[in-house]
């Protein structure tokens, strides 16, 4: 069985390019979940979303930042005219419902902005 | 916000010794999750509590979910080398219904062979 799958695993990009970070969710879960995380720091939630449908959004900054998870394909995180802030681990969970919320992650996407 | 205070902030302990590490909150939590993450790899789910009081036991990892809802602890017995890396506590607040994690800022472990 596949676990969640990320790629790239690793991504480049100058100040002003766009981001593209891709998410294969476990085969079965309706439920993605996209996380960002600084060097020596936790994991901090940007966006949830159930297929088609973005349901919380909260953590995620208001400009630049958009996520997706369409009805086919995988759940996309895409951040344009990328800063130097925005290099971190990106992280992608899904799970197969959110009340026991067993959230499963993949190897992460680390997005370095020069 | 919610926040989660993890401690310790690391340990160094010698192979074969018992760990224990914990979290609280301010705030009242419906779900506690321990994850374990290595260097460059993604957190991977050690142990799931649902229920406040539950003790759940995973190989040598045992969490609790504390009676108040606010903390959880985690201990690993007979430590090997191997569990080196960094555990973090994550926690889905009472307060959202959206399944979103409060994760906390990590327990970096150290086992001397």
């Known amino acids: 069985n596949a676990g969640v799958m990320q790629n790239p695993r690793h991504l480049v990009r100058r100040r002003g390019q766009e981001a593209r970070l891709r998410c294969s969710p476990v085969k079965g879960h309706s439920h993605v979940y996209w996380y960002r995380q600084l060097p020596e720091e936790g994991l901090k939630f940007m966006v949830y979303l159930q297929k088609e449908n973005i349901i919380d959004e909260s953590g995620m900054p208001k400009e630049r930042f958009s996520a997706e998870f369409p009805k086919e394909g995988p759940s996309i995180l895409r951040i344009q005219q990328v800063v130097r802030g925005d290099s971190a681990a990106y992280f992608c969970?899904?799970?197969?419902?959110?009340?026991?919320?067993?959230?499963?992650f993949g190897p992460g996407t680390r997005l370095t902005v020069l | 916000g919610q926040q989660l205070n993890q401690s310790p902030q690391s340990m160094f302990i010698q192979e074969g010794e018992d760990v224990s590490m914990n979290c609280t909150s301010s705030s009242i939590f419906n779900t506690w999750l321990w994850y374990k993450q290595d260097p460059g790899e993604g957190p991977v789910l050690l142990i799931a509590l649902y229920k406040a009081g539950e003790l759940t036991s995973n190989g040598r990892l045992t969490a609790q979910f504390g009676i108040t809802r606010k903390d959880s602890f985690l201990n690993i017995s007979a430590s090997i080398p191997s569990d080196v890396g960094i555990y973090f506590c994550a926690g889905q607040p009472r307060s959202s219904n959206t399944g979103k994690l409060i994760f906390g800022q990590g327990t970096t472990l150290q086992v001397k062979p």
């Open positions: 969970a899904s799970s197969i419902e959110i009340t026991n919320n067993e959230q499963f």
